[in-house]
């Protein structure tokens, strides 16, 4: 006889997903924290962008453009594509959930490498499909690795170039030979929320791979180098049949009204961005030559972040960094959840942040603190 529940049971799967935990932001007893365990700009947003949602504020009771054109028209204007091709989102976690929703269900796999952004399983698990991880080397990406783990019952490969948390990227020849062996029938997903800030001549976001393909997509987001996070704001660029499904299935008003707003003033304001890779470049490099000197080891990055690496030893751990830190006012992010245990990431702060935790780990590293 067949056992009936006495409450509403979610569907197979879905408990055994680990609910993502975002990075600490406040330190029990202090009153000014340094918050540098989310990836979050130190520059904020654009004036014009901040001027632009308060505006906003006056028309709180109108529904928003269901198909945010002006953005999207402002998106295509900016980076020279076809707005029809463009989707916008509930940051770029909701078109990585979408895309998962369109083309994965019971029995299909999705890949991703060992230490990708954990939405890409979460995405994957909640569509019903089975997670698939390729090795990475060196912490980075290793397209021989995804192509010996694609299957007939793969459906979409997500590629977060640059990575987080490694701050690791591929080539964009890497990428194009991983592309040109994968199955046409395979959704290959580029995440390139981190674009902006790469400063490297053999780097490509994959605008120009989506433009001449059936099967690539690449998302971005306005929570990083935009400073827009609060608003939860991304976008997609893809072919035209594959946008087309991810409209069919979200929501009507998915984007709220000031983010669009403060989306177009964001995108149009240059210079704010420019000053933004101005001082993420300067305290990227600074930030990884005076851990490096400290002793400790960082993981090379194109992004707005450092992985630092610890000893293993409890006296010196990243579980002992990061009480330490924190008893500081410096939250950074634990990775352990990424495959890294011990290993802190450390998003690019102020001066003044940057200065700290640089001091902060001398004085750890020079003392006993388990």
Known sequence: ????????????????????????????????????????????????????????????????????????????????LDPDRIICGAGSDEILNLLTQAYIGPGDEGLFTEHGFLVYKIAIMA???????????????????????????????????????????????????????????????????????????????????????????????????????ALRLGWAYGPAHVIDALNRIRGPFNVNAPAIEAGIAAIGDEAHMAASVAHNQQWLTWLTEEITRLGLTVTPSVGNFVLVHFPKDGAHDAKAADRFLSSRGLVLRAVSSYGLPDALRLSVGTEEANRLVVAALKDFMGGAHA
């Open 1 to 80: 006889m067949a056992v009936v529940a006495d409450r509403p049971v979610p569907r197979a799967g879905v408990l055994s997903i680990d609910a993502y935990v975002p990075g600490k932001s406040s330190v029990a007893g202090l009153a000014k924290v340094f918050k540098l365990s989310s990836n979050e700009t130190p520059l904020g947003p654009s004036p014009a962008a901040a001027a632009a949602y308060k505006q906003a504020a006056d028309a709180l009771a109108y529904y928003p453009d269901g198909a945010a054109t002006r953005l999207r028209a402002a998106i295509g204007a900016k980076y020279g």
């Open 127 to 229: 569509a019903g499909g089975t997670p698939v991880v390729a090795p990475e080397t060196n912490l980075t990406a290793d397209v021989d690795a995804i192509l010996a783990r694609v299957t007939p019952r793969t459906k979409i490969v997500f590629l977060a170039n640059p990575n987080n948390p490694t701050g690791t990227y591929l080539p964009f020849d890497e990428v194009k030979r991983l592309h040109a062996a994968l199955p046409p029938q395979v959704l290959f997903v580029l995440d390139a929320a981190y674009a902006e800030y790469v400063q490297r001549n053999d780097y490509a976001s994959g605008l120009e791979l989506v433009a001449t393909s059936q099967n690539v997509v690449m998302a971005r987001t306005f929570s990083k180098i935009h400073g827009l996070a």
